[in-house]
């Protein structure tokens, strides 16, 4: 191979020599800019989308925090197991049905076995439930007192005054405070929770007053009745702006805020079915929620 041929391909004067000099910085210098200069677009977020992500932060934050909750479960009688506090027990319909039908007949269970009897709930699910329940104290005595029981039964009261079932929403605090195991503590709790609502509509309402037992919200029920104002007025769930909703009591403004989104991507809502789709949306209200809405 004849070398001395291309050796005067690769003689340069100085000029092709500090020209290719230069040549060899450039290139080292945009691979240096290449690998490290940052040539990504930062990405245009709009104030709308930007109040988006924030509301949906705050909902996976809220999320986080009522799975990390430990939830205290306490004692109660099961003679005043709701449909839902049953269902979520674990209760078939038709053990929830059998309690009921008992109590109509203003019947009472008095143990975990009895419980079991008149249910028919099963030997496994009575162990998990039996270390919830709670019996007034006298009826854990009924043996002691059997005898003495029995006679007062047998005797007949000719003296019961029939009870006039009068609106709760009319009580006063002293109307109140009349009702066993009601003093001036609860009677209160029980007109603020109505101040806050606007007014009952539905005595079951009463079972989110704290410190109300059942027994003392059976006594309630047995005195009070819920009379519809004339001045009541529905929300139109369908018209309501996002302030009217968030200030209902049973809506949060997160969820005021999903429901009009919801709505305006949607359509109207037709009844409370559609509205409990609603991701946050108090399924275990619905049922009184219902009575506040106009659809």
């Given at each position: 191979?004849?070398?001395?041929?291309?050796?005067?391909?690769?003689?340069?004067?100085?000029?092709q020599q500090?020209g290719?000099?230069?040549?060899?910085?450039?290139?080292?210098?945009?691979?240096?800019?290449?690998?490290?200069?940052?040539?990504?677009?930062?990405?245009?977020?709009s104030a709308?989308?930007?109040q988006?992500?924030?509301?949906?932060?705050?909902?996976?934050?809220?999320?986080?925090?009522?799975?990390?909750q430990?939830?205290?479960?306490?004692?109660f009688?099961?003679n005043y197991?709701?449909?839902?506090?049953?269902?979520?027990?674990?209760?078939?319909?038709q053990?929830?049905?059998?309690?009921?039908?008992?109590?109509?007949?203003?019947?009472?269970?008095n143990?975990?076995?009895?419980?079991?009897?008149?249910?028919k709930?099963?030997?496994?699910?009575?162990?998990?439930?039996?270390?919830?329940?709670?019996?007034?104290?006298?009826?854990?005595?009924?043996?002691?007192?059997?005898?003495?029981?029995?006679?007062?039964?047998?005797?007949?009261?000719?003296?019961?005054?029939?009870?006039?079932?009068?609106?709760?929403?009319?009580?006063?605090?002293?109307?109140?405070?009349k009702?066993?195991?009601?003093?001036?503590?609860?009677?209160?709790?029980?007109?603020?929770?109505?101040e806050i609502?606007?007014?009952?509509?539905?005595?079951?309402?009463?079972?989110?007053?704290?410190?109300?037992s059942?027994?003392?919200?059976?006594?309630?029920?047995?005195?009070f009745?819920?009379?519809?104002?004339?001045?009541?007025k529905?929300?139109?769930?369908?018209?309501?702006?996002?302030?009217e909703?968030?200030?209902f009591?049973?809506?949060?403004?997160?969820?005021?805020?999903?429901i009009?989104?919801?709505?305006?991507?949607?359509?109207?809502f037709?009844?409370?079915e559609?509205?409990?789709k609603?991701?946050?949306f108090?399924?275990?209200?619905?049922?009184?929620?219902?009575?506040?809405?106009?659809?």
């Amino acid at each position: 191979m004849n070398f001395k041929a291309l050796n005067r391909y690769f003689k340069f004067t100085n000029r092709q020599q500090t020209g290719i000099f230069l040549l060899f910085i450039i290139i080292i210098v945009l691979q240096l800019i290449y690998f490290f200069a940052d040539f990504s677009h930062p990405e245009v977020v709009s104030a709308e989308e930007k109040q988006w992500l924030s509301l949906q932060k705050e909902i996976d934050d809220q999320k986080q925090i009522k799975l990390e909750q430990k939830h205290t479960i306490y004692k109660f009688n099961p003679n005043y197991i709701s449909d839902y506090k049953g269902y979520k027990l674990g209760m078939s319909v038709q053990e929830i049905d059998r309690l009921l039908a008992f109590r109509k007949e203003n019947k009472y269970v008095n143990s975990a076995e009895e419980f079991q009897k008149v249910t028919k709930v099963s030997d496994s699910l009575l162990k998990v439930l039996a270390p919830l329940f709670k019996f007034p104290d006298w009826k854990q005595n009924t043996r002691e007192f059997k005898t003495e029981k029995k006679e007062y039964e047998k005797k007949p009261s000719y003296n019961i005054e029939k009870i006039v079932l009068t609106d709760i929403n009319q009580a006063s605090q002293e109307d109140l405070i009349k009702i066993y195991g009601i003093g001036e503590a609860l009677s209160s709790r029980i007109l603020k929770q109505k101040e806050i609502l606007g007014g009952f509509v539905s005595m079951e309402q009463l079972e989110d007053v704290w410190g109300l037992s059942p027994e003392v919200i059976a006594e309630l029920n047995k005195h009070f009745k819920i009379v519809m104002p004339a001045s009541f007025k529905k929300i139109p769930i369908n018209d309501a702006s996002l302030k009217e909703l968030a200030q209902f009591p049973y809506f949060k403004y997160a969820l005021a805020k999903q429901i009009v989104t919801y709505r305006s991507m949607n359509g109207n809502f037709n009844n409370i079915e559609d509205l409990s789709k609603i991701k946050g949306f108090p399924v275990e209200k619905a049922k009184i929620i219902s009575l506040y809405l106009d659809f």
